[in-house]
């Protein structure tokens, strides 16, 4: 199955996929006659085993924290945002597992509801939510029929020319830096990269702090779960570049930087049936981070499993 629904207010409206309404705020708990949180949820339609759950939230007002939950009927929570320590990990009889920005359903779910808690005196404002299911695994993802592109030239940045140990590590961070290079006032990637750490698991790579990131930019975006390369054309086409979490075996992606990997970020702005346009930041130097890739081997290595990407509101 797939599924998708978006949320979002006035803010949200230059998202480049449809929203379906805005988010209905239940006031949470009180401390000091000060509202502490507000709460929202998403109900679910029946998710199959085999199945990925990815929630997003961003909001370009600044906001002390927010967190996911899934209910059904236990109760499986991800890693709050911004974390000091990883989630609880979960029950090994629960119908889900969490994996730090999304869950991974291993029995039917017939009823669940996610819960959005965000820290905040008033109701959230300027803010984006996302919620998408698919298969964890397609054995064929589907090919585009045809031409897209954002019609961008972003500057390319390589995360191995980054000083320090780091490197090797700054994948989503670099790929996000040079995602809003277009932008009139773009992002450093040192800049990138600091709001990119998470303290709890000391990795860059956790997508929320990503989408976070680029809305204290003015940004809106979101993780998404994707398989269809229409909506990949919809974001393309309204000139925004895609942020891609690619996997694949040795030889598999041919004139890629890395040999393989189990988890890589790359910036996609354009693609045809027989190559995409990638910058890839994995690259040695800036010089080699724009390239071009098969169609066919590029879709296995984005959309066979999870297939996640981020996705931006355009900007100026």
Partial sequence: MQFSTRLGDTAAASYPLPLHGEALWQEG???QESTLTWKTSIELPAVPFGHIIVP?????????????????PVVCGLQEV??????????????VTAHIDCWHTRARLRSAVVQLTVESPEPPE??????????????????????IGCGRALTPVSQMTYEGDI??????????????????????????VEACYDPATKAYGAWPLAISA?????????????????????????GSPIVCSIRFRTGSLRGAPLRQTAG???VLTSADREEVE??????????????????????????ARRGAAYFFAPGN
């Fill in 29 to 31: 708990e009180r401390h």
């Fill in 56 to 72: 997003s939230f961003a909001s370009t007002r600044e906001y002390a924290g927010h967190a996911f939950t899934l209910i059904e």
């Fill in 82 to 95: 911004p974390a000091v320590k990883p989630a609880p990990a979960a029950d090994t009889n629960s119908p």
């Fill in 126 to 147: 300027a803010y984006l939510i996302t919620l998408t299911i698919r298969p964890l695994n397609v054995l064929r993802p589907a090919m585009p029929t045809s031409s």
């Fill in 167 to 192: 490197r090797g590590r700054i994948c989503s961070p670099t790929a996000l830096t040079m995602a809003l290079s277009y932008l009139d006032d773009p992002p450093s990637l040192q800049s990138i």
């Fill in 214 to 238: 680029a809305a204290g930019r003015g940004i809106l975006g979101a993780v998404e779960a994707v398989t269809s390369w229409d909506e990949i054309g919809d974001v393309l086409s309204a």
């Fill in 264 to 266: 890589h970020l790359v």
């Fill in 278 to 303: 990638v910058y890839d930041p994995a690259a040695e130097n800036d010089e080699q981070v724009l390239r071009r890739y098969n169609t066919r081997e590029f879709s296995r290595a984005w959309l």
